[in-house]
């Protein structure tokens, strides 16, 4: 069911994306940092192994 059919004022709709991309961002940053530990953690145990550089 889309939130314009349950008779959500359009303050309320509006309240709710901008929670909803809040959260959107949040998620990203989690994502994003969650590569970075990965690719951090290959670049050391590669290096670590001599197979890089």
């Known amino acids: 069911m ?3 059919e349950e008779n959500w ?3 309320m709709i509006a309240e709710f ?3 909803q ?3 959107n961002w949040a998620l990203l ?3 994003a940092g969650f590569c ?3 690719y951090a953690v290959a670049v050391v145990k590669l ?3 001599g197979q890089m550089w």
């Open 9 to 11: 004022s359009p303050e």
């Open 2 to 4: 889309r939130i314009e």
């Open 47 to 49: 290096h670590e192994y």
């Open 36 to 38: 970075v530990v990965i």
């Open 29 to 31: 940053a989690v994502l």
């Open 17 to 19: 994306r901008r929670r």
């Open 21 to 23: 991309r809040g959260r």
